[in-house]
């Protein structure tokens, strides 16, 4: 028998904002809805359409709040790099390839808290200082966004190479490594 219950969305305690992002209970306090405004706040804050990339780990639930996310940066004229599922590190990696202004990466926690990481990354790659999550906090607090429009839209470029790219190019770097010695 499938169990009704309701979650409230009306607010979301200030709580989940960590110094680098926003970390709740998957499909709980961090729901698709929550992801959407997120992304939509940080958005706002970053006041002009950029180039954002996007990654997630392999957890079902974290791919579907990618999504979200992605088609909420997109509504705000944000070009999106989605690369797929693979780790941080990558996905620093692969947003310098792909020129992007910041990053946003979604992660499951595995135990049994079933808590969901999201983790801002800055135009480095390094996480962000917590003066700028707190300008993302107030914008989703206030339920700030940027409406575009329809012909200002962003668009999704799809990257899901970049695993495959990332192990080549430190390949790439022992081998250079080794030949040097």
Known sequence: MLQKEVV???RCPSSLFTPYGMEGAGNREMTVEVAVRLASAYAYVQAQPTRIGISACAHPFSQ???HGMMTSLCCAGMETVDFGICTETVLQ???KREACQGSIHLVMNRGTSGAVEIIFLDQEG????ASWTDRVKEAFVHHRHVPRRIDQLGRIHVKHDVQE???QSVIEMT???LQKQ
């Open 126 to 129: 390094q996480r962000v200082t």
């Open 93 to 95: 990696f692969g947003m």
């Open 175 to 177: 081998r250079d490594s």
């Open 64 to 66: 579907l709040l990618k």
């Open 165 to 167: 790219e990332y192990v």
């Open 8 to 10: 409230d969305q009306s």
